[in-house]
């Protein structure tokens, strides 16, 4: 049966749900790929396996574990790390250029160029073997509910991306809060084990013995929601628009699915519309921070887009007279690590600055935007968030994001990036120009893509990069 949450609020070491599930359902499949299938004690023996490598290598509890690995042997990797009271972190080139903690190790699938007093080790097949089953795995507990087990990384759409560290009990508390917003089990969630939200994913179902499938694309997401009967779809705005094309090229229905959840960036109303008739589903909107967890869900149909509905239970909402939004719950971190100046800035008093701004209207939380979203245009601040929701759907345009641009005067200017098949770029300039007046683009700028990061989120600071001066 799932982990109660007496059970979860109790649990000392993440791996233990693992050992939980493999005792209950031992031949109940686990993490399932497109091309394997592990069930929870082959799962459990893999594990057992790679903590054993790992404790020969030298990794003792504490220690900062980089894992560079997709994600089908991310999972079972961090278990391991888990399971020796050790801190596993998502390693990437992004996370390394931050410099803002120093791993102990870096396991990788590929050889990578030294990285100071980092122990950089290879990965091999052999870790991947089953072990022992005789030989169960072996707990050791972090020395307390504080010490650190986890670390995760805020988006960096802005900028640098931010350390976050989970501690035992922040995860535990976070796994038991799960239950006021997950929907139907299993879910299928897009995201990778780079953010918060992917990690969380592998976790809830782990703590309820439900099968994780990894997905690799689009189309094998529709596949799997067809072949596995799945019920909910965890995505990106992006990452939905993607699942839509899939479903429309194939012509599938999706006769199981009952909701997408959507969370990383706001969803324009048209893509939710949509969704919903091409998927034959409800489309959810989930407002969250890897800071906070999960702040609010609403469905799409219940308020305009910018309204992301009412907070959860245990979650404080405050807004400024500034419009500022402010934050509060008990899974909340602190601060970042070894950021004092962005801790800082984000963390004051007790309360949580995602950097969002909005209002409250009946209990609901309306955003007007973000404040580093938001570009003065000859003393005027302007939204850029107003434009990308609207304009989707018209001129030919599937995609827009708007980045501020140093003009030769010093001054910032307000420009727009959009993506499409797009005949007459005046004519979409006027119709902004009409539509939006002092608020429209100063220039529009043709690109490929929008690059977002794993949580679908505008990489913003990348766009004002390419078109500077």
Known sequence: MPTSTGSLLELENIASLLLDAAREYPNKPA??????SLTFAELAAVVANIARKLRNEGVV????????????????????VFSLGAVAVRYTPTVAAAGQIELDWVFSVAPMDGTGSTKNVLVTEDYFTPGDITGPLQLTNPKTPQNLCLVV????????????????????QRLVNHTHWVGALPYLSIFDMGAWIGVRSALVHLANAETYHVISSANEAVARVR?????????????????VEAAKRGGWQLDS???????????????????????????FVRYGATEMDVISLR??????????????????????????????????VDGYLSNPSASHDHFIDGWYHPGDKGYLDQGSLVLEGRTKDIINVGGMKVSTSVIENWLPGKFGVTDAAGFAHIAENGLEEYWLAVVGDIP???????????????????????????????????????????HAL
């Open 31 to 36: 993490l399932v790929t497109e091309h394997t």
């Open 61 to 80: 509890e504490g220690n900062f574990v980089g894992i560079n690995l997709p994600t089908a042997l991310h999972i079972p990797f961090m278990l391991a």
């Open 153 to 172: 990384h805020s988006s960096g759409t802005t900028g640098t991306p931010k350390a976050v560290g989970l501690s035992i009990d922040l995860v535990r």
């Open 257 to 283: 699915l009952e909701s997408v959840v959507v969370t990383g960036a706001a969803i324009p109303g048209e893509l939710a519309r949509q969704a919903s008739e091409t998927l034959g589903c409800e489309v």
């Open 227 to 243: 072949a596995a009967g799945i019920r909910q779809v965890e995505c990106s705005p992006a990452q939905l628009t993607q699942l």
């Open 299 to 332: 469905n799409w149909r219940d308020h305009r887009s910018s309204n992301v509905g009412s907070p959860l239970p245990g979650v404080e909402v405050c807004v400024t007279e500034e419009g500022a939004v402010l934050l509060k719950a008990p899974w909340m």
């Open 424 to 466: 007459d770029l005046a004519a979409l300039a006027l119709e902004l120009k009409n539509e939006f007046a002092i608020a429209a683009p100063a220039r529009i700028v043709q690109e490929t893509e929008i690059q977002r990061n794993s949580n679908g989120k505008i990489m913003r600071s990348r766009l004002s990069e390419r």
